[in-house]
């Protein structure tokens, strides 16, 4: 097998979507037989130990040490040699045989230098456009000079790179559209581990009380969101929508899990909505506790706005629902439709209107009977499609490629 270096813009202990991603591929590939590490770039912030080497859930990590600065165009280039340079100090102590970069470009382009370089094989990876995701968080615009660099960087690091994965068919199909071979690109979907989220927890009766919750549902269903409050997530549509889901379900309670830049704004629009009384706010909780506010929703909703960024992105966090037996329904974009099959594994909605929201989960909720088999298309299709340890295998051939390419061992089968 095959002795990997992850380069990325960060990881563990921070959380989010990237860093849980980086986690299930690196303890897949583990359990898989290779050797991996990872690397991390000026991001990151302040290390947690005065070493440049940290393990977090049995994994290990070296650090860039430093940090950035300078005007924006000058800042990125001094990232770049950087994390060049540390990813250098790596393979001269620890001689990876693949070097798999994660996007941003700056990760890309670094671990290009060093590849180059030294003669290894380079995998470059692409979770998003982060000049979609800045403009979907509220931090860019479309038409601006840094989206034009940003644009620029991503096509720069893809021609650089041996091979390329991407998480979703959105963002292949994109790339191949810039006039990239097909043939450079592989996917490997997001992916849930099932010794996580294996079998649905029964409710927390004592998480239900202190949230203001009947998790009999003798009172009323409830309806959730587990995530990153960002603009592009919808979650005010979703907010919007609950006056008229009362009216059709009046017991019906709305639980939003999570934190983020909109949170003030989305809790300021809950104060002054009739539906008040109704919506729940928990907070950011750890990523281990999740599971026990899945166990209080019935319908998890994923109200994404209809944008670049949501049509070619694939999310995560339905994955997670669908495998803890949860009812998913979703806002009709790209990147939902590549997860959800309206009507079988889900339900899809029009984005950005909270009338056909409210409409689709009212009639959601009408329809309990038909609940079972919805949960049991769903797990199937996450094992079958979803699941880290079947996941993890694509990654071998593309690395074997790289590394005939490189002249390298091939990595057996």
């Known amino acids: 097998m095959a002795r990997i270096l992850h380069v990325l813009d960060h990881s563990l202990p921070l959380h989010s979507g990237y860093t849980f991603r980086t986690r299930a ?59 060049a340079a540390a990813i250098g100090a790596v393979c001269d102590e620890w001689r990876p045989d693949v070097l798999h970069a994660h996007s941003p470009a ?63 068919q959105g963002l292949r199909d994109d790339l191949v559209a810039r006039g990239f071979p097909p043939e450079r690109f592989a996917t490997v ?62 017991a019906a309670r709305l639980l939003l899990v999570g934190g983020g830049p909109c949170e003030a704004a989305l809790r300021a629009q809950a104060d002054a909505s009739p539906a008040k009384a109704a919506i729940r706010f928990a907070g950011r909780v750890p990523h281990e506790q999740v599971e026990r506010y899945y166990s209080l929703i019935d319908v998890a909703a994923y109200p994404r706005k209809a944008m670049r960024l949501t049509e070619l992105v694939t999310p995560l966090k339905p994955l997670e629902a669908m495998a803890q037996g949860t009812i998913v329904a979703a806002s009709d974009v790209g990147g939902h439709r590549e997860l959800i099959s309206d009507g079988l594994t ?49 990654y071998r051939d593309v690395y074997r490629r790289v590394r005939d390419c490189a002249g390298s061992e091939p990595v057996p089968a």
Not at 346 to 353: C, E, K, R, V, Y
Not at 367 to 388: I, P
Request: contains cysteine; negative net charge.
């Open 189 to 250: 979907p997001n992916g849930v581990d099932l010794q996580l989220f294996g079998a649905p927890p029964e409710p927390d009766l004592a998480l239900a009380r202190e949230l203001g919750l009947d998790a009999s549902h003798e009172g009323g269903p409830v309806i959730g969101f587990v995530g990153s409050f960002y603009p592009y997530e919808g979650i005010d549509d979703l907010i919007a929508a609950m006056p008229a889901i009362l009216v059709a379900h009046p």
């Open 25 to 83: 591929i690196m303890k897949a590939q583990a359990a898989d037989g290779h050797e991996v590490r990872a690397i991390t770039g000026l991001r990151q912030g302040p290390t947690a130990l005065d070493g440049l080497l940290e393990e977090h859930a049995g994994l290990q990590f070296h650090r860039t040490p430093g940090s950035a600065r300078g005007l924006a165009g000058v800042r990125e280039w001094r990232e770049i040699a950087a994390l």
């Open 106 to 168: 700056l990760c890309g382009l670094a671990a290009a230098r060093v590849a180059k370089a030294r003669g290894i094989a380079l995998v470059y990876e692409i979770r998003a456009f982060w000049e979609d995701a800045a403009i979907g968080n509220g931090s860019g615009g479309d038409g601006t000079i840094k989206y034009w660099l940003t644009r620029r960087l991503e096509n720069r690091a893809v021609a650089q790179a041996d091979a390329v994965v991407t998480i979703c």
């Open 346 to 394: 889900g339900t899809l909605f029009a984005p950005d209107d909270p009338v056909d929201l409210a409409r689709a989960l009212a009639m959601l909720l009408w329809r309990r009977s038909e609940w079972r088999q919805q949960r049991l298309a769903a797990r199937r299709f996450v094992e079958r499609e979803h699941d880290w340890a079947v996941n993890v295998r694509r």
